[in-house]
Nanobody
Framework: QVPLAASGGGVVQAGDSLRLSCAASERTFALYNMGWFRQAPGKEREFVAAINWRGGSTHYADSVKGRFTISRDNANAKNTVYLQMNSLKPEDTAIYSC??????????????????WGQGTQVTVSS
């Protein structure tokens, strides 16, 4: 498994931006598809965004398309995936978690597509 550590959450106002980071302490990070999921209070964990192992393909949930951007840096041992979140809305409030997986199907939008999970980071958007 790939040890993952997410960071960058916080409390912001509607319309603001945040960038989440997820660092992997694993040299094989570049082999994994990476995803971001979120879980709001009282709701199921839901898919947010995914990026393939090379960074050439991305996929987004409809609710964040056009506002969020997933990217990754496999070079220089940074081993980090990012989630740039713009035009945040109160409904984006949730705990955001990153995940790594080797599922062959694309896009990997299911929890079972991922084998390793990082601890979540709280994002709170006030109106």
């Amino acid at each position: 498994q790939v040890p993952l550590a997410a960071s960058g959450g916080g409390v912001v106002q509607a319309g603001d931006s945040l960038r989440l980071s997820c660092a992997a302490s694993e040299r094989t990070f570049a082999l994994y598809n990476m995803g971001w999921f979120r879980q709001a209070p009282g709701k199921e964990r839901e898919f947010v965004a995914a990026i393939n192992w090379r960074g050439g393909s991305t996929h987004y949930a409809d609710s964040v398309k056009g506002r969020f951007t997933i990217s990754r840096d496999n070079a220089n041992a940074k081993n980090t995936v990012y989630l740039q979140m713009n035009s945040l809305k109160p409904e984006d409030t949730a705990i955001y978690s990153c995940a790594a997986g080797l599922a062959r199907r694309w896009p990997p939008t299911q929890i079972d597509d991922y084998a390793a999970w990082g601890q979540g980071t709280q994002v709170t958007v006030s109106s």
